[in-house]
């Protein structure tokens, strides 16, 4: 089987390298959503056993090939079908919270469900996507694009250092330093390092770190058994010792991260939807 | 193919959970050793085309499977199989510094190359072994075990922190956080995060950080051209802006990694084989 709308795919990929923000990457990126949505309109689906509280997950199936897991609450074909020229236009940031969160879910998680019906064990173009689709409605909201490379200028050396997306939002505002994961893992101390490397080389507070992940759920697929891997005190180990992330938005937050909020340091672990509320807060001085 | 002498790793595997620096694990370690270059023995090889300046590698084959390069100076079948048993024994550290060298090389890489034969895309047994073997060398240097996680004790809050391997050789001595990996590539900036959690944690300087790395190298398996995969910049800045490593130390030093040595913020990077005779100095006051 041919990976899913590849020519859609392709296209988004060159209009991103363009211009991120721009009309034709954003109608690139719901076209792509409503060809994954058509395809999994046509797939069957399992329900799965999911040992995390509160949460039911499924998963899509073709032929030997079942997709990542997908939260059945927040999974909602014909709300982001119908909605769909909101993305286009902006106006779906006015969606009642419960829908945005849902809206936003769907998106982020429909292209990369297709792909995993295609079989061919591709990780790299549902973790591009999400990095497009996030640097967009990011982008969108604070009216730039972002560069994905800082210069460094120290004494007697000059380094250019490639990072996650950064915002800059002009002098009268905070700059956004902006990881984007499909899922975080062991390999997230990363993120912390990096927002260490700005903090250092541009001074504290002058980068806003604002973390984005998909989803922390992972299935056995035999026993067709759901679980959340966190690692909540190695978070809080970073954010105490490395550097100080500003928020963390996920599209299915969870459990014991959002928990963080209530311990020391408190690191902020939201849903993504609640960005459009706090934006001005995240670059406020 | 089955995986090359899979009952000697097991054991190994084994007997490094029970100690690693232990008679037993030594044994298993030059054992297997002698089995991967008795199956490399029988192997053809190909030259390859190095841009690398100043080294030439070569790949062992078998059957429609090439292994990973191997420098051509710096293997020699003959010194290992002579002096393994001085591997036992811990005479092999009295080696002249060139036959150290080749000595160190070719046990580092011999397990992989063999692994790399069967074809079998496994990249979690050779860097288990890589971690082995290097964490006996320095355990029998230092006369203990490494352990695997540190404690954090702060306040309200009390968490485990896995880590590579940490020395601990009492208060009269610095502690060695000693981070293994078969090549570094983009994750590196881990090594230094995990540098910046101990400094927080325990103070600075408590934990000497030595990296040790087997090599950068990559093949072009279409063009044969080997090429060395280095970020020297990152480094610099990683170092000034992240936390500092004491030592890194390679079986086959990049040259854009040596030349980092010259410029600030001076990351001492050497041989391996150089290790023995400033082994007091890493855990020196």
Known sequence: MRAVAA??????????????????TTGLLADLTIASLALLRQAPTRDLISLVPGKAY????REAHMSRPVRRDLFDFDLVEQNIGRFRDRTYTALPENELQRFLYTMAI????????????????????????????????FGVNPRTQVEVLNLDMRATLPTDFVFDLGQEHRRVHLPVKLS??????????????LDGVYGVGRFRGVLVVLTETKVDKRSLEVIEICLPEQ???????????FRVYYLDVPNRYAALRDVPPHIQVKYLSQFFGEKDALIGQ
């Open 58 to 61: 499924f998963g899509f199936l």
């Open 235 to 245: 978070w809080r180990v970073y954010q105490l010792f490395i550097a100080q992330l």
């Open 184 to 197: 975080t893992r062991e390999r997230v101390v990363q993120v912390w390092a990096h927002q260490k490397v």
């Open 110 to 141: 429909s292209y990369c469900c297709a792909t995993d019906l295609a079989g061919r064990d591709d990780r790299k173009t549902p973790a591009t996507f999400f990095e497009y689709l996030i640097g967009n409605i990011f982008g969108r909201e």
């Open 7 to 24: 020519h859609i795919y392709t296209a988004l990929s060159q209009s991103a390298r363009a211009g991120l923000i721009e009309e034709g």
